[in-house]
């Protein structure tokens, strides 16, 4: 007997949308489409629905009230907090901080767990700094800013918890950082950068893969100096991570990196922190203070500190922005992050991935999460036992 079936919604594979069944057997999925459910356990109702791969976000920072960088040991905490948003798989970030306090949040983050508790994956660290350009810094506080080191990266490996690095990679010695981190198995993209299209080529070259917050903290795109954000364009092999708020990234500026990308090159980020889920008020990113209102996070000074973006909002405003489809939506929350964060187990309704599935209501709302074939969110009660009606 299987554990789960998802039936009745229109469920999406990769870019095709079909009527059918999602066939869950223990932590994967065993068929999609028209496969018998007749001995499945349990049976989530998704009639008028549509039947998506898990969101994957490889930007958070907090949420619930947790900040990550300076609370790790509560990642649980923002890891159930997610689930309520559609994400299934995330990568906790830790932003520019002494080197002793990274080396702990790191230590904290890898030795926990979704299994315990309905609650997200970890996916790895992200550690968005702290080889920053102080000239595009943003939020983060300078005096953490350093310059690459290999020696510092030493541990940074996939097996002890790293998964992404954002660096600046028009620092001296960044280069050598970046072939060393691809070399352990870690992703690791440009941010925080004042390159320009020479550096950029050169940090491809040396194995760069993608691009932290597309447009934001980094040199601006002209006709003679196309920056970072020019060069991401024009680089095929680079995967753009957007944050799609209508704060950090102007509408028309979503629709020209979609136009240019598409959803094969743009992943979804909330760039989350702690207020994400609560009221306006003020809070925290690292040991910098910010205070969350109408015009988003903001420092003292006036500069966006992340967001308090749900993903499946960003889902709906890149759908609006665009008019692109919910298909391809669901593309750049899902598959195109897992692609990045190099997990070919995850982000796709397919035999033999991982059971993660959210189902969205007619108006983009997540009414379903699933997590390794385990219900976490369910506040309609949409999952239940067996019944005859979903004989195939």
Known sequence: MTSLAVCGGAVYIDERCVDGHVVIDGTRIMAVGS??????????????????PGFVDLQVNGAAGVDLTTQPERVGEVAACLVQFGVTSFMPTVISSPAAGMAAAIAAIHGWSHEAQPAARSLG??????????ARAGAHPMRHLRLPSLAEVQGWHRETGVAMV??????????DVIELLVASGVAVCAGHTAADAVEMTAAVAAGVRGVTHLFNAMGPMSARMPGPGGATLAHPELIAGLIVDG????????????????????????????????????????????????????????????????LDEAVRNLIAFTGCGLAEASLSASTTPARLAQRHDIGRLASGYAADIVVLDGSGQVVVTIVDGRVVFDPQQRCSLKESTWRS
């Open 35 to 52: 496969s018998p459910t007749d001995h499945c356990e349990h049976v989530v109702d998704a009639t008028d629905c549509s039947v998506l």
């Open 125 to 134: 660290v992200h550690l968005e700094g702290p080889f920053l350009n102080p």
């Open 166 to 175: 954002t660096l600046a990679p028009e620092l001296p010695g960044a280069l």
């Open 247 to 310: 704060l950090h990234v102007d509408p028309t500026m979503v629709r020209v990196a979609w136009r240019s990308l598409g959803p094969s090159r743009v992943a979804l980020v909330s760039d989350a922190i702690a207020a994400l889920g609560l009221p306006h008020g003020a809070y925290s990113i690292g040991d910098t203070s910010v205070v969350v209102d109408g015009t988003g996070a903001r420092t003292a000074e006036g500069v966006l500190a992340g967001s308090v973006l749900r």
